[in-house]
Structure formats: structure tokens, C-alpha cells
């Protein structure tokens, strides 16, 4: 059974930065993408950031330049890096990965304040 576990939400100012992490329980090297879901209060949960297993990204109009989405096959680890965060940033982050099955992890919470 995959096992994804998401940590480095937490609050932060308008401005800063915070780096996610979303561990595996087994290598991620058979995934064919994992990403970063994020859903805000009374809103649908959106894609933020994708990565394929050949390394190509794909970003929503919304992050672009300032989150990179990254994976370390060697540490089982998927990685969101989020600079210049807004308020509008503020959801709870979900890792997600596509195997055989659709993966899913508990969620981080990411806060910015104004």
C-alpha cells in the first residue's frame, strides 16, 4: 500500500517562502507523475505543480515563477519550493502520485497572512 506524507505547511507572511516535502513509503520511480494539489476553503482542489518520471513540469498559471516542483528518486521525496507567497495561496497542500493507482497523501496546511 503507497503511503505519501506531506510536511513544511505552516504559517507564514506574505512575502516569505516555505518548502514542502511528501515522503513515500517505497521508491516514487515507478510513479509517471506525482504533484501538489491544493484546495482553499470553499473551493476546488487545483492542481499547482506537476512533474513527470522524464523530469518535465508543468505549473498553473497562478504559481508560475514563483513555486518549482521538484522529485529526488533517491530519497523517495517530492519537494514544492513556494517563494514569494500571497494570501491567495493559503489551502492545504496535497501530494499526489500516478502509478497504477492514484495516490493520494493527508495534506499540509500553507498559510500566508497579509
Known amino acids: 500500500q503507497v503511503q505519501l506524507v506531506e510536511s513544511g505547511g505552516g504559517l507564514v507572511q506574505a512575502g516569505g517562502s516555505l518548502r514542502l516535502s511528501c515522503v513515500a513509503n517505497?521508491?516514487?520511480?515507478?510513479?509517471?507523475?506525482m504533484g501538489w494539489y491544493r484546495q482553499a476553503p470553499g473551493k476546488s482542489r487545483e492542481l499547482a505543480a506537476l512533474?513527470?518520471?522524464?523530469?518535465?513540469?508543468k505549473y498553473a498559471d497562478s504559481v508560475k515563477g514563483r513555486f518549482t516542483i521538484s522529485r529526488d528518486n533517491a530519497k523517495n521525496t517530492l519537494y514544492l519550493q513556494m517563494n514569494s507567497l500571497k494570501p491567495e495561496d493559503t489551502a492545504v497542500y496535497y501530494c499526489?502520485?500516478?502509478?497504477?493507482?492514484?495516490?493520494w497523501g493527508q495534506g499540509t496546511q500553507v498559510t500566508v497572512s497579509s
Open positions: 517505497g521508491s516514487i520511480r515507478s510513479f509517471s507523475s
Open positions: 512533474i513527470d518520471s522524464g523530469g518535465n513540469t
Open positions: 499526489n502520485a500516478v502509478g497504477f493507482l492514484r495516490y
